[in-house]
């Protein structure tokens, strides 16, 4: 049922809505695109798990594969990860000889990050699993219907940053 089928006296929380719920979570876009990324990113885990990256680990290596050497703060913008948690898992990453660190030669206070071919290699090892469930996921979708979804996506994104 639709937030728009609701009744104003449920709405309102009387104790029978908070017994049977208000079911506002199936219209709300932010919990379905979560939840819709988070079953892929389950799927994927199983995956990663088999070569032993986690999926932190998973998003700091597609970045850096992605968009080349970087900065913690450029890598903790493309991951929407917390600085200290890219921090840590650059660390973990470097201890497993899959990235390297050297400081900027643009700015000296820097230290930019690298993928090695090492990260590469295991990186490609699991893209062609991240591809095909992303494949799945998109069953049934034209290529009309896709482009419009990233538009949409590209459209929302740019939205939120406004209002940061």
């Known amino acids: 049922m639709s937030r728009k089928g609701k009744s104003a006296e449920n709405a309102a929380g009387t104790p029978e809505s908070y017994e049977k719920g208000d079911g506002w ?7 379905q695109l979560y939840r819709a990324t988070n079953r892929l990113n389950v799927r994927l885990q199983g995956r990663l798990r088999t070569i032993g990256i986690n999926l932190s680990q998973w998003r700091v290596l597609s970045v850096l594969r992605s968009y080349g050497t970087l900065t913690i703060g450029r890598i903790v913008e493309a991951t929407l990860m917390e600085q200290p948690t890219v921090s840590r898992v650059v660390v973990q990453l470097e201890q497993e000889g899959m990235v390297s ?7 000296s206070r820097m230290v930019d990050i690298t993928i090695t071919a090492k990260g590469a290699e ?10 095909r469930h ?11 219907q896709l482009d419009a ?9 740019r939205n939120i940053d406004l209002y940061e």
Not at 101 to 107: A, G, I, M, N, Q
Not at 122 to 131: E, G, K, Q
């Open 25 to 31: 979570l199936d219209d709300y876009l932010p919990y």
């Open 101 to 107: 660190r050297r400081v900027s030669e643009e700015d």
């Open 122 to 131: 295991a990186f490609d090892s699991i893209r062609s699993s991240a591809y």
């Open 134 to 144: 992303e494949k799945l996921a998109l069953e049934g979708l034209d290529q009309k």
């Open 149 to 157: 979804l990233r538009e949409t996506l590209l459209h929302i994104e």
